[in-house]
């Protein structure tokens, strides 16, 4: 289990097969059965058809007979002879005859007196005798308006015994009856051409004691069953390997069961499902062949894929995927040659970002002059300069020496308050330097003052507005603040340095506006500072230039707000 969960292939394959397979085989079980069913049906239709037409032709006989009886019950003659005892046996005769000329063929028609055949259409002798208190005779002089249908009980056996109809004639001392007979053979005679060779017929009172047995169920076998399903309170046909179809035969209490064999029998059957078998063996070879090829043509995009990654995980990003294909195996191909450009495009600005910020870095440090010599010197001057009197050279040489301590710090991030304190060491330099011709102001509330920021990005903008904004001024303002500008989408520090000098030139805005590298190269330290803002947050943050319309320039720098250092 766990080798065909290793392969895909062999998951397609196992899939396929087992799938097939089932199909075929609960087709085969299904087509089976449904044939069966549709045979069934078509055949229990031709048996009940079957089994009507025998039901009519013995209800048929069975009416005559009646007829017959009922005419021969009512005849004048008949009942003179009986209760009057005149015996003209001529006249009786042919009454008896006219009156049983249609069933003659098939019964005989006997007069009895008491228990004795006076009068018998038959050609045997009139010997038979009937018990006048037991069976039929009994039951017709109980019943004497009813026509009594019974077996005859000094001839009956298991296998079957003449049907008696019979009813009473008149009911004195010594009663009369008129009886037809109809021997086994002769309803067997009448019947057989109407059953087929495999199937059985038996015709039985409501107790299932038989009249007669024909074709199949003459064993008596089938009779034996179905009284003992009957008995047992069960349904009649369990047990019954042929198909029962048990009818009342009019109105008469006799019964007609039909008995056919199973439309399929066990061994039709047990072909059928070696047929199967066969079959299904036989499918199982195809779709051996079927699912290892159709398996290997799935897998095949899927063993390049998987070829791929394992090619592009090892570090080749110049890995693609070619698949000559229209379906979605192609869509995730030019999505993986895709995603690699991508990266590999991401990976090659990562290392290009990373060496801006290094040579960024080396510059800046180029321009720091030897920070190390030149703070542990001026910490020098200052003390000398305080020694001989000399206040404004200490003051220059403890502010450079403020920003001199920052500038060599390893950490690349400070607090937003402790950047605003370098602007002032700076300013109170170029303040004695410029002999007081401006001054400045910082306004930035308390709340923002833990802002976390990259640190020297203040100083080289504040640089600017002196140098080149006040080179013609005698009385300038250079003015400082921030806010913090938080909405629903971005919470950001906005830094505003203004300056009232000359302002800025148009190409200068237009270069630090647009991010023209090029233009601002010039211009070591705004396009230090951009480049750094923009390398640590993104381009959507850096330096903006504004001219105000009152004059001079106020240079806007844009961050996220936080209070702790970015990931680098």
């Not at 090619?311 to 030019?334: H, M, P, S, Y």
């Not at 923009?534 to 996220?560: D, H, S």
Request: with cysteine; hydrophobic share 40%.
């Amino acid at each position: 289990m766990n080798l065909i969960r290793q392969s895909f292939k062999r998951q397609l394959f196992a899939i396929l097969m087992i799938t097939t397979v089932i199909l075929v085989i609960c087709g085969g079980i299904l087509t089976i059965q449904g044939f069966q069913a549709r045979l069934t049906a078509d055949y229990e239709k031709r048996d009940i058809e079957q089994s009507r037409i025998i039901n009519t032709r013995l209800i048929n006989d069975l009416e005559q007979a009646e007829n017959a009886v009922q005419e021969l019950s009512e005849n004048e003659v008949i009942i003179n002879a009986i209760s009057r005892k005149r015996n003209n046996s001529l006249s009786i005769y042919s009454e008896l005859y006219a009156i049983s000329k249609d069933i003659r063929d098939f019964a005989a028609v006997d007069i009895y007196q008491g228990s004795k055949c006076i009068f018998s259409t038959a050609t045997s002798s009139l010997s038979k005798e009937l018990p006048l208190n037991y069976s039929v005779l009994r039951e017709a002089a109980e019943k004497e308006d009813s026509i009594i249908f019974s077996l005859d009980p000094t001839y009956s056996s298991e296998n079957g015994a003449d049907l008696l109809i019979a009813k009473e004639i008149a009911g004195e001392d010594n009663p009369g009856f008129v009886i037809v007979r109809i021997e086994q053979e002769e309803i067997e005679s009448r019947l057989k051409d109407s059953i087929n060779a495999k199937d059985g017929f038996m015709l039985t009172d409501r107790f299932f004691r038989p009249y007669c047995l024909i074709g199949t169920a003459k064993d008596s076998k089938a009779l034996a069953l179905i009284r003992s399903n009957l008995l047992n309170k069960i349904r009649y046909n369990s047990n019954i390997t042929g198909n029962v179809y048990i009818n009342e035969v009019g109105e008469t209490g006799l019964l007609s069961v039909y008995i056919t064999p199973p439309v399929l029998g066990e061994s039709a059957a047990k072909v059928g499902y070696q047929i199967l078998i066969f079959e299904a063996i036989i499918s199982i070879f195809i779709c051996l062949l079927v699912a290892s090829r159709l398996s290997a043509y799935f897998s095949k995009p899927i063993n390049i894929l998987s070829s791929g990654m394992r090619t592009f995980r090892k570090g080749d990003f110049d890995t693609k995927i070619e698949l000559n294909r229209e379906d979605e195996f192609e869509q995730l191909a030019v999505g993986f040659n895709k995603m690699t450009s991508q990266l590999k495009q991401t990976i090659n600005e990562r290392v290009k970002a990373e060496r801006t910020i290094n040579e960024t870095r080396i510059q800046m440090m180029q321009a720091q002059l030897n920070p190390h010599f030149l703070y542990n010197t001026l910490d020098t001057i200052k003390w000398v300069a305080k020694a001989n009197g000399v206040p404004e050279v200490a003051t220059m040489s403890a502010s450079l020496a403020g920003i001199l301590r920052t500038s060599i710090s390893e950490k690349q991030f400070c607090k937003l308050s402790k950047e605003l304190e370098l602007i002032q060491n700076y300013c109170e330099i170029q303040k004695i330097r410029f002999d007081d011709k401006f001054d400045i102001t910082i306004d930035v509330p308390q709340d923002v003052m833990d802002a976390i920021i990259p640190k020297l990005i203040m100083q080289p903008i504040v640089e600017n507005a002196i140098i080149h904004g006040m080179n013609e001024t005698e009385n300038g303002h250079i003015y400082v603040a921030a806010v913090r500008d938080k909405n629903e989408e971005k919470d950001l520090l906005k830094i505003s340095i203004q300056d009232d000098g000359v302002g800025i030139s148009d190409e200068m805005m237009k270069a630090l506006n647009n991010d023209d590298v090029e233009t601002l190269k010039g211009h070591l330290g705004l396009n230090n500072v951009n480049t750094i803002i923009r390398l640590y947050y993104g381009k959507e943050y850096g330096v903006m230039a504004v001219r105000p319309t009152e004059g001079g320039t106020v240079m806007i720098i844009t961050l996220p707000y936080s209070e702790k250092e970015p990931e680098q």
